[in-house]
């Protein structure tokens, strides 16, 4: 049982949560879009390896028009410091999956045109940012998902 505990403690060290989105649209906004801390994001990240640039993750959250969306991804760290900065990338799937929470997802917006044309609402979510990381456990983070969407998150870590 002793010998089980180290395995499990390096094995948590490698998950990340991300929480608390405020998104805004910087163009085109005028009052009509699911902003601000509404969007009710939540992803469970996991990185390859101890010292791997390479994470996959799985979240939920509601798009720009209050639809429950599944978001599957994976996320690459561009270039980390020292001293708590990293630039990132995380490329994700957002959309429509078989479960009944998620089946809403293709009725507005981007999700309903790849719905029309593979039917399937998705929308592919290109995001770039710039975390800091003030301990081992918590950093805050702020990118934009392309085009126009500036997002702030927090993640917390399980080192």
């Not at 490329?91 to 507005?108: I, N, V």
């Not at 399937?120 to 301990?135: A, E, R």
Request: hydrophobic share 35%; proline share 3%; net charge positive.
């Amino acid at each position: 049982m002793i010998s089980a505990a180290p395995v499990y403690a390096n094995e948590m060290a490698l998950y990340s949560a991300n929480t608390g989105s405020f998104v805004y649209h910087m163009t085109g906004n005028h009052g009509q879009y699911n902003e601000k801390f509404n969007n009710q994001f939540f992803s469970v990240e996991r990185k390859l390896s101890p010292d791997s640039k390479y994470s996959v993750l799985v979240g939920t959250m509601k798009n720009s028009f209050a639809d429950r969306c599944l978001s599957l991804g994976a996320r690459r760290d561009w270039y980390s410091a020292a001293n708590g900065w990293t630039i990132k990338g995380v490329y994700a799937y957002t959309g429509e999956f078989f479960f009944k929470a998620f089946s809403d997802c293709g009725d507005s917006g981007t999700y309903r045109t790849a719905k029309k044309l593979t039917s399937v609402g998705f929308s592919p979510y290109i995001y770039h940012g710039l975390q800091y990381n003030f301990t081992d456990n918590f950093g805050v983070e702020t990118g934009i998902i392309v085009p126009a969407i500036f997002v702030m998150s927090v993640q917390w870590s399980f080192r």
